[in-house]
């Protein structure tokens, strides 16, 4: 089975072509294919009765208000349009067993969702003050010209992570350890209900996260990039594709039992 429809919640700010091919390349090498979801809170029901998984993809920061915060001076954009989608989307998704991945910003969106709470600055804390980032996403910016024209990858912040070995990161990688890229500006504070950390860098940061019993990764990194350092990191494409896979048939087959 193959073509699945994955639901992509996308930005519409910063990004320009790249946020039409960058998370969506990667969905349909494993056989997806990306649809861009309305932000409509009206519109989740009904997106959510095609679709066989759901990609939270990455973008701006989230509205500390979200998580009971004010905003603090080194909070970057926010986009209160997509959260209240977000919020909205998350919770009915796993109310009728999507598979959920999230990409950065999206690894954020599914821990506040949950109940769960960000740094709104890794320099607001002492153990994250010198986590590898990209102040101003000079280097974002790099990494998505090259990776809209096919040139090299441009030099990145990067890091280590360790992965928990009872977890999909695990499963789908196979190593206890990686490098990854190092975009982001935030980080996970209080994890949300449910939710565990499945990968920690050196100084703690949570770089992935997963829901106990459920089909829900979240990554820090920006995996659409990673993927193509380190093909390893494909196979969570596929894990995720195959997730779809599975519930659609499920679906197919509850279907053709009441008939």
């Given at each position: 089975m193959?073509?699945v ?8 700010h ?7 091919v960058?998370?969506?390349r990667?969905l ?10 309305p ?6 029901d009904?997106?959510?009765e ?13 509205d500390?208000?979200?998580y ?18 977000e919020?909205a ?17 999206g690894m ?7 109940g ?8 607001l804390s002492?153990p ?11 280097s974002?910016k ?14 990145h912040?990067?890091?280590?992570i360790?992965?928990a070995r ?6 789908a ?8 890229n190092?975009?982001h ?7 949300g ?6 990968a920690?860098?050196p100084?703690?940061?949570?770089e992935?996260?997963?829901l106990?019993?459920?089909?829900a990764?979240g ?9 193509k350092?380190d093909?390893?990191f494909?196979s969570?494409?596929?894990?995720f594709v195959?997730?779809?896979?599975r519930r659609?048939?499920?679906?197919r087959?509850r ?5």
């Amino acid at each position: 089975m193959s073509g699945v429809l994955i639901g992509v919640s996308a930005s519409l700010h910063d990004f320009g072509d790249y946020g039409g091919v960058g998370i969506q390349r990667p969905l349909v090498e494993a056989g997806g294919v990306p649809v861009t979801l309305p932000q409509l809170v009206d519109a989740i029901d009904a997106s959510l009765e095609h679709m066989a998984g759901v990609v939270l993809a990455p973008g701006r920061d989230i509205d500390p208000a979200r998580y009971g915060q004010q905003p603090d001076p080194l909070l970057a954009p926010t986009e209160p349009r997509r959260d209240e989608f977000e919020f909205a989307l998350v919770p009915a998704a796993i109310e009728r067993g999507v598979p959920l991945l999230g990409v950065c910003r999206g690894m954020q969106v599914l821990n506040v969702a949950l109940g769960g709470t960000l740094v709104q600055d890794v320099r607001l804390s002492e153990p994250m003050r010198d986590h590898p980032s990209d102040p101003g996403w000079r280097s974002w910016k790099e990494m998505e010209t090259a990776s809209l024209h096919g040139g090299d990858v441009p030099t990145h912040p990067r890091h280590e992570i360790a992965v928990a070995r009872d977890s999909i990161l695990y499963s789908a990688l196979g190593v206890p350890t990686a490098s990854v890229n190092s975009f982001h500006h935030q980080a996970i504070d209080r994890l949300g209900d449910g939710l565990r950390a499945t990968a920690t860098a050196p100084d703690g940061v949570i770089e992935a996260i997963e829901l106990d019993g459920y089909p829900a990764l979240g990554l820090q990194c920006e995996l659409q990039e990673e993927y193509k350092i380190d093909r390893r990191f494909a196979s969570v494409f596929d894990w995720f594709v195959a997730a779809a896979q599975r519930r659609t048939a499920q679906l197919r087959g509850r279907r053709l039992s009441v008939s």
